[in-house]
Each structure stands twice: as C-alpha cells, then as structure tokens.
C-alpha cells in the first residue's frame, strides 16, 4: 500500500502498474480531470447538489469535492463501485479523510442499476477506465433538470480514427486521423451523448470539453425541453469529410471564466470558437516558423489567431491560407 495525497484528500492505494486489472484503481493523471470538474462546480455556484458517481474507483473525485467545495453547495454524495475491492477503499478513504457520514452512500452494484434505482441526481459523473458508452444512457435519464453531467473518455483510438468502423459503429459518426483528430474526436463525442440526451427531451450543452493525456473529457448543462433538444441536433453538421459532430461552442466561457485561475483554463478561454486548427509542423515551410512568430504576422495582419490546447505545434485561426500570409 502506498499513501498519496491529492488535493485535500488522502489516499491508501494498492501499488502496481495503472490498469484495469487493479483492485483498486486510483489513476494520478487524472487528478487535472478531478480538480477541473471540483472548480467547475464552484464556479456555477449551485447550491445543495446531490451527486453521483456511479463508477467511483477508490473515491478520490467525491472525497476531494466534500473536502474542497463550501458545505453548502453538496447535499450528499452517493459512491458507487461494482467492485468490492473498491467499495472497501472507499469506506477507508472516506474514514481516513473525516468525510461526514451523513453526507455519503456507498453502493456496491453495477453502474447502470445502481442510476436505473435512484430517484435522479442533480450532477453524475461518469468516468469509466474505457469508454463511457454503456453508461451514456442512464445517466441521461437520470440527470435532473440544470444538472451537470461530466463524461471521460479513453477510447481515443476509436475517436481519432485509430478504428474509424468501431466509430462509426459506437459513436454513429465517422472520425479523422489528421492532427485535427483530437478535436474532431471531442465533437463525435460530445454529439454523441447530446443525441442520448435529445431522446429523454433534454439539450445537453457543454460548460467545459477538452482533450489531454490521452483522454477526452466534456462535462454538459442539461436543460429540459423539447424544443431545446431539437435546437443542440440542429448544431450538428460534417466537417471535412468527418462527421456528423458538434460544430458549436465547446466550452461556456462565460462560467469557465469564474473558475479559479489556472493556466490550462485561460488557454481554453483564449482560444477562439472556430471549428478545427492547422498544425504548423503539417505545412511545408521552407524554414519552420516559431509559433509566436506566426501568431503575430497572422494578428498583425487582422486575422483571429491563438493557440490550441489541443496541440502544441497548432494555431486556430481564421486565416484561410496560413503558409501564404506568412511567406
Ligand atoms: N472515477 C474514478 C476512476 C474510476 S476507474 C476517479 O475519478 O478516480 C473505473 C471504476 O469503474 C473501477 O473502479 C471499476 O471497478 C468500475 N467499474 C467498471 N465497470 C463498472 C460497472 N459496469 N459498474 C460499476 N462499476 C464499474
């Protein structure tokens, strides 16, 4: 057993290679994941949620939001693993960190009996090892109007093309694998659960979507209505043979912008909605341009031009012919 702190939590965890094959699965890279789903709840300010997190692992998400977030904005939140080696983590974890019993559950069941036997929650999180598919469904029942849905993937193989057929077969759209992947595969994904979503009535709109480390994460305003509904399906469209996707905003700046600073969140603020980003190292200059230089000629010359978080050799801009501006 190895101690670990994140955040303000604790943790005891069994050590080993990060697998799936763990008994207790604690992934550190995802503590970014963690932290930005915790100051996104601050920032929207609701009070007295009622959370779920219906594939908890060793409970660090839940145990760091009841040790880091005001009491009054968490009625209770309910843990729940299907494995029993988790479920005793989580006891421990909760034990160890002085969690208030009253505000907790733990629940020992699969993922989508134990949303199908709730009365609903006003913020699920779903954060599988793998691919949340089989968990978009419940969790879109079971969401409760303004509530928050957080989904991770991290089955970027199939969405940035690695697999287009298994795409196409889980995610119904066809996916790119160009540099522009990454965000192709957020906006599959982001459709994807958004047409889950249309067929319970709700409009499911992204607060905070990116991708990173291997993983993509968006986490969704739902809002109930019909109409609503139909509003977000009329947002998804094709892009360069890629498609259907979201082509709207992926982020909701005016929320994210309340977020404790952070440097990750300003690049995500900074950059422009404009759908796609050209990769510098993809254009065949005569002399590889530092990207600082060519945001300036791009600027300087009336173009919109920023970094993306998506990759680190790319610009979003709206410049239509980058290599021919800065020659
Ligand atoms: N959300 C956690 C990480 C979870 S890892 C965090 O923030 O740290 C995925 C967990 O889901 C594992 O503990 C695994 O036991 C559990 N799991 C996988 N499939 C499940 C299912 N169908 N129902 C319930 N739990 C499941």
């Not at 005891?12 to 290679?17: H, L, S």
């Not at 954060?127 to 509530?147: V, W, Y």
Request: hydrophobic residues 40%.
């Amino acid at each position: 057993m190895k101690e670990t702190i994140e955040g303000k939590a604790r943790l005891c965890i069994p050590e080993g290679k990060i697998s799936k094959q763990l008994p207790v699965f604690y992934n550190p890279v995802m503590e970014k994941n963690r932290t930005l789903m915790i100051e996104l709840l601050r920032a929207l300010g609701k009070k007295k949620l009622n959370i779920a997190l219906p594939l908890a692992g060793s409970g660090i998400r839940g145990i760091r939001m009841l040790k880091e977030l005001p009491a009054s904005l968490i009625a209770h939140v309910s843990f729940n693993d299907y494995s029993e080696a988790a479920v005793a983590a989580i006891k421990k974890h909760l034990l160890i960190n002085n969690v208030p019993k009253t505000k907790t559950t733990i629940t020992c069941a699969d993922a989508n009996l134990f949303l199908i036997k709730s009365k609903g929650f006003d913020v699920i999180d779903i954060d599988p090892f793998g691919t949340p598919i089989p968990f978009l469904d419940e969790a879109c029942k079971k969401i409760s109007r303004g509530g928050v849905l957080g989904v991770t993937a991290t089955d970027t193989a199939l969405l940035c093309g690695t697999y287009p057929k298994a795409c196409l077969r889980t995610y119904w759209a066809e996916p790119l694998h160009t540099p522009e992947m990454y965000e192709v595969g957020l906006r599959i994904l982001i459709r994807k659960v958004q047409l889950i979503g249309a067929q319970y009535d709700k409009a499911l709109l992204p607060l905070l979507s990116y991708s990173s480390d291997h993983y993509m994460r968006v986490v969704f305003l739902s809002e109930k209505g019909k109409s609503k509904a139909d509003e977000t399906l009329k947002l998804h469209g094709g892009y360069k043979g890629a498609g259907p996707l979201w082509l709207s905003q992926l982020q909701n700046k005016q929320i994210i912008s309340k977020m404790r600073k952070n440097l990750f969140i300003d690049m995500l603020i900074a950059e422009p909605d404009i759908v796609g980003y050209t990769d510098l190292h993809s254009i065949d200059f005569k002399e590889q341009p530092k990207i600082k230089e060519v945001l300036a000629v791009l600027k300087r010359k009336g173009f919109i031009a920023e970094r993306t978080h998506f990759l680190a050799t790319a610009i979003k801009t709206n410049c239509p012919d980058v290599k021919a501006a800065i020659s």
